[in-house]
């Protein structure tokens, strides 16, 4: 498929893969400063939020939760939520009827107007308990790297039979995930999705790299088997469609960055605006601007990191030490140990070599 598409009802206009399109940023600029859509300008606002460009698309994440997905629409932009996000964050008790109805007024359990920041705050804390330690460590992780520019990746996989010969240790695919393309004759795809895509530079002026990551709490049971670790399988397929896909990665990802920048500044100035510091918003490593206006030219590296994360230093020396070693040796992964997530811990960046880091 190629790298630039034809956007939905748009005649023969064309979209970059990985990117909004103009018409739905200049669309997105206009809502920032909507007097009656003030939801999209608290969103931009929130430092918390991060904000993942996909194809014709934006999704808003907070913890690894999609709190908003956000698409062009006849109107200008269409938003939608999980109903779950919308719960609202009270203790209360209610009463159980005879007739079997629960007395209670449903505009009182769960927000059926956005209304303000208030709003924001508690669909925040609605998806807190739902995210999970893993997904909350990924983010602290990723708001502490500026180089990072995508998460949850979801990338079209290898054809199973091409993954399936280099996955042996994982002969089973998850039928859930194969297209409809398996009977007409065509090799089955799948989604692959990884945690983190980010930027690096190595040296060569004109040239930076698309690295993807898969995180993990050294906790994760698919670290550890008395033969062949999950995780190893699972990195053998990424590693088939990051091959896959390489190409077309390397051409649409500029697009992207662009987006992400045009962003970046509409966060700033709602924000100024607003009379908060611009300061307190995540902030972007220059490469991602370089490949933006293509001063860098964009290579993919086929070979997925493993992240490790969520130790101590008395484990790190251990049982984190035992693990990582060994996949490193005898699966020849490249593993990346940071320890806990913070605001110094740079996880997804290219390490000098593959060993430790301090926590």
């Excluded at 498929?1 to 909004?20: F, K």
């Excluded at 695919?173 to 690096?200: H, I, K, N, W, Y």
């Excluded at 902030?283 to 992240?307: F, H, M, N, T």
Aim: aromatic content about 6%; some cysteine.
């Amino acid at each position: 498929m190629s790298s630039v598409e034809n956007a939905p009802g748009s005649g023969t206009a064309a979209v970059p893969y990985r990117s909004l399109g103009e018409p739905f940023l200049a669309a997105l600029e206009a809502l920032a400063g909507a007097p009656n859509e003030a939801w999209w300008a608290d969103v931009l606002a929130d430092p918390d939020l991060l904000l993942a460009v996909r194809n014709r698309s934006l999704n808003v994440y907070y913890r690894g939760a999609s709190l908003f997905r956000i698409t062009p629409a006849s109107e200008g932009v269409a938003a939608e939520t999980h109903v779950k996000y919308l719960v609202r964050q009270r203790q209360a008790m209610t009463r159980l009827a005879a007739d079997g109805g629960f007395g209670l007024d449903p505009a009182a359990a769960v927000w059926t107007r956005y209304e303000g920041p208030a709003t924001l705050a508690e669909m925040k804390r609605a998806a807190t308990p739902l995210a999970g330690l893993e997904k909350t460590g990924v983010h602290a992780l990723v708001q502490a790297s500026p180089n990072v520019v995508d998460v949850e990746v979801s990338l079209t996989g290898a054809p199973l039979e091409t993954a399936a010969e280099l996955d042996g240790a994982q002969a089973e695919v998850d039928a859930a995930l194969q297209s409809s393309d398996a009977d007409a004759g065509v090799a089955p795809t799948r989604q692959d999705r990884l945690d983190v895509a980010s930027l690096e530079e190595r040296g060569v002026a004109d040239e930076a790299w698309l690295v993807f990551h898969e995180a993990k709490l050294a906790t994760n049971p698919a670290l550890r088997s008395k033969s062949t670790p999950t995780i190893v399988g699972q990195v053998e397929r990424y590693r088939a469609t990051l091959k896959h896909e390489a190409d077309r990665l390397a051409t649409s990802y500029p697009a992207l960055c662009r987006d992400l920048v045009r962003l970046d500044t509409l966060r700033r100035t709602v924000r100024l605006a607003r009379g908060l510091d611009a300061a307190a918003l995540p902030q972007r490593d220059p490469l991602v601007a370089e490949v933006a206006s293509g001063a860098r030219q964009l290579r993919v590296d086929s070979e997925p990191r493993l992240v490790l994360f969520g130790f101590d230093a008395d484990q790190r020396d251990g049982a984190v030490g035992t693990i990582t070693e060994s996949l490193r040796s005898q699966h020849n992964l490249r593993v990346y140990a940071v320890g806990r997530p913070g605001k110094g811990t740079a996880a997804f960046r290219r390490p000098k070599d593959l060993t430790s880091s301090p926590v």
